[in-house]
């Protein structure tokens, strides 16, 4: 079992910054793959991020590329999502999330077996 808990959610003007993080706990040394994914009001859950814990490889969505990057602290178990110049489409809530099946395809959220509760970023105009 895997626990998954987000922090750093707020309000951000557009252009500003939001650092996110997770922290995990349990088998964390399970994991194949860990990232992010949001959900905006009325959307579906999309991918953001993501890494994989055996060759540190990395893949973002398209649209924040150039703009987000997520990193770890394997010592910490966490893991975080920097996000810059950021836009009022990036209002959503941010989840944490993981993976101990070996997938193939990162961004389908039913690929993931572990979440955290999500934490609310809102960008302001």
């Known amino acids: 079992q895997v626990q998954l808990v987000e922090s750093g959610g707020g309000l951000v003007q557009a252009g500003g910054s939001l650092r996110l993080s997770c922290a995990a706990s349990g088998r964390t040394f399970s994991t194949y793959v860990m990232g992010w994914f949001r959900q905006a009001t009325g959307q579906e859950r999309e991918f953001v991020a993501a890494?994989?814990?055996?060759?540190?490889?990395?893949r973002y969505a398209d649209l924040v590329k150039g703009r987000f990057t997520i990193s770890r602290k394997y010592t910490k178990n966490m893991v975080y999502l920097q996000m810059n110049s950021m836009n009022p489409e990036n209002t959503a809530v941010y989840y944490c999330?993981?993976?101990?099946?070996?997938?193939?395809?990162?961004?389908?959220?039913?690929?993931?077996?572990?979440w955290g509760q999500g934490t609310q970023a809102t960008v302001s105009s």
């Open positions: 890494f994989r814990r055996t060759d540190g490889a990395i």
């Open positions: 999330a993981a993976t101990d099946r070996v997938v193939m395809d990162w961004r389908k959220f039913p690929n993931y077996n572990y």
